[in-house]
T-cell receptor, first 115, second 111 residues
């Protein structure tokens, strides 16, 4: 299946700093990528849909200025958690779907811990 | 938007028994229904999927059934093994659009 790579897999930062997470589709072009957030023992919560060359579409309740998403190319989308606080600590997972098959492929996930 | 509900939230079965997880969805336009298995701290892995033009699909010990009229679909795992222990998520999607996930089922297979 298609490969989606996410980096970093683990990041620890101080409160108030910004953290960037990268999501790459390695062997296919992803015009659309999705960003999810997952708390321990909970489901995947869709945060936003990242569209190549245009603004991301955010789900209700997700702060656009807090979670900046950039999808500058067909293979790369980035999520920047700005001015991170401890409550932002979570597991963030990106994914991309095969446009014609509809299958969803996930990155490895990034565990963010804000001290 | 789409609303996906999943039951049960936890499930324990004896090794060799069957496990069934059920999901319902709200948007009749959804046409793709994958199931994912997620082990602790790892990415979800697609284990089986079904499209709206099919009522049932089977892959070895895993099967999925879909009832479009009732808007529900189910995952069936037969002859369960300890390595089947994980969290399972159902999802509903319109191909090319967002995926909406169920709340997950934590499956424990007791040796």
């Amino acid at each position: 299946g298609a490969v989606v790579s996410q980096h970093p897999s683990w990041v620890i930062c101080k409160s108030g700093t910004s953290v960037k997470i990268e999501c790459r589709s390695l062997d296919f072009q992803a015009t659309t990528m999705f960003w999810y957030r997952q708390f321990p023992k909970q489901s995947l919560m869709l945060m936003a849909t990242s569209n190549e060359g245009s603004k991301a579409t955010y789900e209700q309740g997700v702060e656009k200025d807090k979670f900046l998403i950039n999808h500058a190319s067909l293979t790369l989308s980035t999520l920047t958690v700005t001015s991170a606080h401890p409550e932002d600590s979570s597991f963030y997972i990106c994914s991309a779907s095969g446009h014609y098959t509809g299958e969803l492929f996930f990155g490895e996930g990034s565990r963010l811990t804000v001290l | 938007g789409e609303n996906v509900e999943q039951h049960p939230s936890t499930l324990s079965v004896q090794e060799g028994d069957s496990a069934v997880i059920k999901c319902t969805y709200s948007d009749s336009a959804s046409n793709y229904f994958p199931w994912y298995k997620q082990e602790l701290g790892k990415r979800p892995q697609l284990i089986i999927d079904i499209r709206s033009n099919v009522g049932e699909k089977k892959d070895q010990r895993i099967a999925v059934t879909l009832n479009k009229t009732a808007k529900h679909f189910s995952l069936h795992i037969t002859e369960t093994q300890p390595e089947d222990s994980a969290v399972y998520f159902c999802a509903a999607s319109i191909v090319g659009n967002q995926f909406y996930f169920g709340t997950g089922t934590s499956l424990t297979v007791i040796p």
